[in-house]
């Protein structure tokens, strides 16, 4: 086991993901956690993430000196480093420029940390505050040209601090870094697999339900999906999957998610299928504000399965298919800001009558996800397909939800996603779809006028789904797409290729 000691950093989470990736299991604990119980759990190493703060100010988080002479092996990051230099008598000042973004960095290869890493390396940088002077004992391992300590270490004590963000991938070696810490210096033997967490997961979803019933909210995609195999496993017919067809999936997703999870499906299960298309558009009609639209789908989704739950009798459980991305940009992962209030995180009403929620996957990254999927023994196709957030073509629609607006652009979708299949490329492209501007323009078709509808095309590569950017796809492949949906899907008469990168976008429109 490798603790995680988090100080409110943004990155936090893709600390103890990079520690996964070297098959070593880890936990994250909050810095406030007390040094017996870190001493109790008998780490093999611990890492102190980064942080909004700054180490010298009276207010910050902090850590005893005590935690750096437990002979454990202490990796600390950017505030974590900063905060190892104060505490054992370094100096830590506020820097004149912030260091942010793209650094190269000068590595002492002779440290175990940066064995096999190249001399010049590209980090990724994020201070204000920077380690003007090691504290005793330590040495310097790395620099760049504006930050004399970029890492330092005591060797004999164990001790290391890094100043960029090695679990960021913009640092193009740090998980190799990580990887020196945990399987070299910590000497962890690298033997945690997915199976473990599925295993555990198991166990903890069977100590927590009990005999108790379980209502999962099946919304058709791979987090939902993986989640509903989980506990299906675990808990069998004391599950009941409710799945709404809210009119706003992809074109025959309803049909498929049934053939999967419905009663000629293969996991033992209570299946549901609520058919709300209608509830749906009507609550949605003149809305066109993003956030607003998110939140009506949102709650009622809520009062789908409340409306459900009350037909099913007692309920205890809540369960959901959220996934660590979702947790992080509704501004519950530490310290970070309300990007979008997924809504399976954020947009629970006060008044639902459910005793307790259970999130299985609220820890794992989509690709993570994917691998328990196939681990529960999931179809592959199911597994791989196309991640599709909860509001689903909601969100997909930028402005007013029509059926018409949901019927264009399911039918493009659809032949965007059956291309770019036959083109080879869905493998490639971690999520592709086409969404519906809310823009029109003036065409020509068989000499008549037109004046339509803009559909944009998207397509991203991307790992953990925080950031991304834009496929490059063949422009024989996009062409054929745009010539299909123009020629095949009413009321559509231009097509655009979306080219943002997130940041600054963000994968979905809306
Ligand atoms: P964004 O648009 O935030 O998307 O860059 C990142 C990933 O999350 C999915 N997404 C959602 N998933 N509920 C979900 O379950 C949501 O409200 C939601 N919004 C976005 C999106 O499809 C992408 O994979």
């Not at 999130?359 to 196309?386: H, M, T």
Request: glycine share 10%; proline share 4%.
């Amino acid at each position: 086991l490798v603790i995680v000691l988090d100080f409110g950093g943004q990155y936090n989470q893709l600390v103890a993901r990079r520690v996964r990736e070297s098959n070593v299991y880890c936990e994250i604990y909050s810095y406030r956690t007390d040094i017996e119980t870190i001493k109790s759990k008998n780490p093999k190493g611990i890492i102190l993430t980064g942080g909004p703060n700054s180490c010298y100010l009276e207010d910050s988080p902090t850590y005893s000196r005590e935690l750096f002479e437990l002979g454990i092996p202490v990796l600390g990051l950017c505030y974590g480093a900063q905060l190892m230099m104060h505490v054992l008598g370094g100096k830590v000042e506020r820097a004149s420029v912030r260091e942010y973004g793209k650094t190269e960095v000068m590595v002492d290869r002779s440290s175990k940390l940066f064995e096999n890493v190249s001399e010049k390396t590209v980090c990724w940088m994020s201070h204000f505050d920077y380690i003007s002077q090691v504290a005793p004992g330590f040495r310097i391992t790395a620099h760049t040209a504006d930050c004399p300590v970029a890492a330092a270490e005591n060797e004999e004590q164990k001790l290391y601090a890094i100043q960029f963000h090695p679990e960021v991938l913009h640092t193009q070696e740090g998980t190799k870094m990580l990887y020196n810490f945990v399987r070299g210096v910590c000497g962890c033997c690298g033997d945690w697999r997915m199976d473990s967490f599925v295993e555990s997961s198991i166990e903890s979803i069977r100590e927590k339900v009990g005999d108790g019933k379980v209502l999962l909210a099946l919304s058709g995609g791979v987090d939902s999906s993986v989640a509903a195999g989980l506990l299906s496993r675990a808990i069998g017919k004391q599950l009941t999957c409710v799945f709404v067809d809210h009119g706003l999936l992809r074109k025959n997703e309803g049909d498929e998610v049934e053939a999967v999870f419905g009663p000629e499906g293969d996991f033992d299960l209570n299946f549901i299928r609520v058919n709300a298309q209608e509830r749906y558009y009507n609550k949605l009609a003149g809305v066109t504000e993003p956030e607003q639209k998110r939140k009506i789908i949102g709650e009622e989704f809520i009062r789908v399965f409340e409306e459900e739950a009350k037909k099913i009798g007692a309920v205890d459980f809540l369960a959901q298919g959220t996934i660590y991305p979702d947790v992080v940009e509704s501004g519950l992962g530490g310290e970070s800001a309300v990007i979008k209030s997924h809504h399976n995180v954020g947009g629970l009403p006060d008044f639902v009558d459910f005793k307790e929620i259970i999130e299985p996957l609220r820890d794992l990254f989509k690709d993570e996800v994917r691998k328990a999927g196939l681990e529960l023994g999931i179809p592959e196709d199911l597994v791989f397909r196309q991640p599709f957030p909860g509001p689903g073509l909601g969100i997909r629609i930028i402005g007013e939800v029509t059926a018409e607006k949901v019927r264009i652009v399911q039918d493009a979708d659809a032949i965007y996603r059956e291309e770019i299949a036959k083109a080879g490329l869905d493998k490639e492209i971690n999520q592709y779809f086409a969404a519906l501007t809310n823009m029109r323009s003036v065409g020509v078709m068989g000499d008549e006028r037109t004046y339509d509808y803009a559909v944009a095309l998207r397509a991203v590569k991307t790992i953990d789904f925080m950031t991304a950017e834009a496929a490059e796809i063949p422009f024989e492949v996009l062409q054929k797409v745009m010539s299909r949906i123009i020629n095949e899907v009413k009321g559509v008469n231009r097509v655009f290729y979306d080219l943002t990168s997130k940041p600054p976008g963000t994968i979905e429109l809306e």
